[in-house]
Nanobody, 117 residues
Framework: QVQLVESGGGLVQAGGSLTLSCTASGSIFSPNVMGWYRQAPGMERELVAVIRTGGVTSYADSVTGRFTVSRGADQNTVYLQMNSLKPEDTAVYYC???????????WGQGTQVTVSS
């Protein structure tokens, strides 16, 4: 089992910035991938950004150039730096963890990000 604890999120004006963080604990093995998904009201959950062990990243087109995903030195914490936020970025953001060799998805509790216009 892997446990994920998120922090960050909140209310920000359009054009502002926020940083989300998520720390994983439990039965963690490499290689793995950690990242962020989001779900707006009435919409399906979608990928925002992920980062593999070793640093390879992948972003949704809608956030490329504005968001940056990174890992802490311990490799068990993932960050999402969100700049130039737009009202359409408003959603609940979920941290995700997955082992490469046993692709079970683990999810954080979710954190609300609200961007006002």
């Amino acid at each position: 089992q892997v446990q994920l604890v998120e922090s960050g999120g909140g209310l920000v004006q359009a054009g502002g910035s926020l940083t989300l963080s998520c720390t994983a604990s439990g039965s963690i093995f490499s290689p793995n991938v950690m990242g962020w998904y989001r779900q707006a009201p009435g919409m399906e959950r979608e990928l925002v950004a992920v980062i593999r062990t070793g640093g390879v990243t992948s972003y949704a087109d809608s956030v490329t150039g504005r968001f940056t995903v990174s890992r802490g030195a311990d490799q068990n914490t993932v960050y999402l730096q969100m700049n130039s936020l737009k009202p359409e970025d408003t959603a609940v953001y979920y941290c995700n963890f997955r082992h490469f060799r046993n692709p079970v998805d683990y999810w954080g509790q979710g954190t609300q990000v609200t961007v006002s216009s």
